[in-house]
């Protein structure tokens, strides 16, 4: 079986590619430049060449795969009309196959939860930088009306093998001697790691329904603030936390600052009932404090 993943060499896209290569599938993987390519040759992927503006490459390798996963973005101002033509583009190619098509959104999309613990039905009030998302999600659904095996997959934020936003903040402090969140730290995340969520892609290529959602979170949402000290633990002895208000962040950080402060309590159970998902990683504390996060 060949799946056809997007984004293959990113950091959610390499670990489904090594994920699915591990169970035994042929992978191609899109791939933007000629360094992109070679990374995932030595992985064993086959590199496709395109990015999301290439669509005729798009329909062509999702017509003549058996799946299609979709990891990439392209981010700047186009970014939600680019991610829905190649959205667009590849559903219409898998039309009447029932071929499974994943798509990756996110848990921003549901924005803050107040304090309750949100699943997959909790209302959506997403902020602007992902208000975009939501309809895409509804396309991906809905396409099980056009015998297209659609699932849409919300990761938490994602950590381990030192990428992702936690990654990202023990390396500002090892490089700047500080690390920064944007609000007071009192807000929550919740999050997911690496490996867990590239096995959720391939139990979702293998078991998943049309029309399907999963929400991909794994224990109990941490205080911003904790994680930020953590970090900074982890980046060294005289790294300090420094807390950014909003108002700041929004000008050093764009409309994300806004996604940062959302107070987020996230978690489901669905896909574990549905498709036998059981992650066990180590939390994100402990995988800070072993140096592996």
Known sequence: MEIFVTGASGYIGRAVCEALKSAGYE?????????????????????????????EVLRATARGAEATIHCARQSGP????????????????????????????????????????????????????????????????????????????????VYGNHGGMVGAMVEQGRQEGVVRIAGDGENHWSFIHIGDLANLYRLAVEKAQAGALYVAAHG???????????CAKVAGPQ??????????ARETMGPVADCLVLDQRVLS?????ELGWKPSANGVLQDLALGTA
């Not at 109990?220 to 953590?230: G, I, P, S, Y």
């Not at 790294?239 to 700041?248: A, C, I, N, S, T």
């Not at 159970?269 to 009932?273: C, F, G, H």
């Open 27 to 55: 992978v191609l993987g899109l791939a933007r430049s000629g360094d992109a390519a070679a990374k995932l040759a030595a992985i064993g992927v086959k590199a496709v060449s395109g990015d999301l503006s290439s669509l």
């Open 78 to 157: 186009d970014m939600g009309a680019m991610d829905r033509a190649a959205v667009e583009a590849m559903l219409d190619a898998l039309a009447g196959t029932d071929k499974p098509f994943l798509y990756t959104s996110g848990v921003w999309v549901i924005g803050g939860t107040q304090g309750r613990v949100a699943g997959e039905m909790f209302p959506l009030h997403p902020p602007e930088m992902v208000s975009w998302r939501p309809a895409v999600e509804r396309l991906v659904q809905d396409s099980r009306e056009k015998k297209v095996c659609g699932v849409v997959i919300r990761p938490a934020s």
């Open 220 to 230: 109990n949402a941490l205080a911003a603030k904790t994680v930020a000290a953590a």
């Open 239 to 248: 790294v300090k936390v420094e807390y950014v208000p909003l108002d700041k």
């Open 269 to 273: 159970t669905k896909a574990a009932r």
